[in-house]
């Protein structure tokens, strides 16, 4: 797994798209019981190397009911974005992720994974990955059906800050979804 996770730091295959370069961020261990897919890297990511060390992160960490040194216990969690490296800037906000790091690296990853209970997954780009013709039209949608994807997914929209719109207008998430996650996790890790 450490020589995998190596390789994966090392990775290079989409630097000339990258406008800050390349830094992979993912992290994971052989005894990881859950996996957290999410989108790629932020600025302040891209700069700290420690994946979700941002405002995001803190959220996240606070749906998922645990603290900042369980969520980076690896053989608790295993961080594995859709794509690795901060993929820049555009006209709305970052660039989607790219599109080579998942066919590249994820299944290595999981090959090595061989305890893992709940894979989760934030935001359309690693829903309609793995989910495919499953994924709702909408990531509202798929969200609202959370549990048709149990017990191998959770779907989750991303805990940005900038969401505060999205969950206003979906209070059924807070008051439905949130408490299955966090006895979900609970009972994995505990």
Known sequence: MQDLLHDIRQC????????LGPRPVATGHPESKIVIIGQAPGTK???SGIPWDDASGKQLRR???VSTEEFYDETK?????MGFCY????????????????PQWHQALFDEMK???LVILIGMYAQNYYLKNKAQRTLTETVSHYKDYL???FVLPHPSPRNRFWLTKNPWYEEEVLPKLASEVEKILF
């Open 115 to 117: 305890h893992v209970k």
């Open 63 to 65: 749906w998922l009911g």
């Open 77 to 81: 969690f295993a961080i594995i974005p």
């Open 87 to 102: 993929p820049g800037k555009g006209k709305s906000g970052d660039l989607p992720p790219r599109k080579e790091c998942a």
């Open 45 to 47: 990511v891209h700069q």
């Open 151 to 153: 017990p191998k997914y």
């Open 12 to 19: 290079k295959i989409c630097e000339a798209h990258l406008q």
